[in-house]
Structures are given as C-alpha cells and as structure tokens.
C-alpha cells in the first residue's frame, strides 16, 4: 500500500513510540509505511531524523505563537486540544502526499492488522472512519485512530483545524479535536462511517498525562506489542 500515510502526534510520551512502533510492524507487515512521528513536547529525548521504522519530526512550535496569542482567555484544555489539532493541520498541509491517512495517538498498542478496515474505507469512499466521539454536542471521529480521506479534504478546501470553533465556544459547542472536519465533512455530505471503539488497536486515553498509566499500560499488555 502506497497510499497510505500514517501519523501520530507524540507529547513527551517517546515510551509509546517504541511500542506504538513494535506493534505496527507485528500485524501489518503488509503495509510497508512508516510511522510519521510529529514532536510537539517540550522535552527531547529522540533526535529528530529518519529510522528504520518510523520518522521523527520536530514541530516548531514558534508556529504557535498566533493560536496563544489569539487564545489567552480559553481554557487550558480546550488549547491543548488546539494545539493538537492545529499539529495535524499543518502536517496535513506540509507533509502528506497521498490520499489516505491513518491518524494515530501515540498511546494505542495495534492487536491486529488494519488491512480490512483500510479496504473498506477507501472501496466505500469515506471521508472519515473510527469511532465516533460524542463526549460534546459537537462529535468527531476520535483521533486516536481516524482514518481520514485527504484528497477529499483537499478537493472541497476543508481543514482539520478552524480556530474559531475549538477556541472561542461554550461548553456545550466545544469542537475537540476533528470535530471541525467531521462538521464540514457531514455539511458537504460526504460519507462518514462510525465504528466500535477498540477495534485493531488498544487505547489507554490520557496517556501523556500519567506516566504510571503508561507503564502499567505497557506491562499490562506486552504479549500483544512484543
């Protein structure tokens, strides 16, 4: 498959990649891409440059100062969701060059190959495909798995990132991240496929957030990633 990219956005969590990594490459020999790793932590603990089985990226974060400047009455967790989905904007934009993207957290452990869910997302034409998010009115498909039809976000001039609905809303309105995308993608009635949560992968949530969930979570289920 050539047409495929993949990418994760990593927030001081470089546990992850390894397992992240280790798990794609034990089920999905089929799929010869490698990993895009975007680096938005504040902490470096891998040089950037290209391994042998994913690629780590840098973001520049200086690239941020407009989203702060213009968000400094919004709440911490509504910019760091900005922040993230800003990350993704960008590399839509800068780095893919294929139709396909399989948008990844970096806490997911794969326990099966995605080859399937891959042929039907494209044989059907979706725009989007993943479980569907309803934690807000406004729902999205979760980005901790997200397949996402670029060249129909390219053809109808959609962004994953809006500034004006992620930051400056109620409560109730909140866009988390993708929900701009799903909301454009629906009023351009372009096809959207909800599925159950968990499929080919395991997701802890929240895992760059507590550092002993993340070990416990890795112990917990090394037979699957090694």
Not at 105 to 125: Q, Y
Not at 135 to 162: E, G, Q
């Amino acid at each position: 498959m050539d047409n495929l990219t993949i990418m994760t956005v990593n927030f001081n969590t470089p546990e992850f990649i390894y397992t992240l990594v280790s798990s794609y490459k034990k089920y999905n020999s089929w799929c010869k891409e490698k990993i895009y790793v975007i680096d938005n932590g504040c902490v470096k603990d891998i040089p950037e440059g290209e391994y042998s089985d994913f690629i780590l990226e840098d973001f520049d974060k200086s690239l941020y100062r407009d989203l702060e400047q213009y968000s400094k009455n919004s709440k911490e967790k509504t910019l760091a969701s900005a922040h993230h989905a800003f990350t993704i904007d960008w590399f839509i934009k800068n780095r893919v060059k294929t139709d396909y993207l399989l948008l990844i957290d970096s806490d997911i452990i794969f326990k099966r190959s995605f080859e399937n869910e891959l042929k039907e997302f494209i044989e059907n034409d979706y725009g989007l495909m993943g479980f569907e998010r309803t934690t807000y009115s406004c729902h999205c498909i979760a980005p901790w798995a997200c397949f996402i039809n670029v060249k129909k976000m390219k053809d109808l001039k959609l962004n994953y990132f809006d500034i004006n609905r992620i930051l400056f809303v109620n409560d109730n309105d909140t866009h988390d991240t993708g929900a701009s995308l799903f909301e454009d993608f629906r009023k351009n009635d372009v096809k959207i496929k909800s599925t159950a949560d968990n499929t080919f992968y395991i997701h802890l949530k929240g895992g760059s957030l507590n550092k002993k969930k993340r070990v416990d979570f890795i112990r917990k289920y090394k037979d699957i990633w090694k």
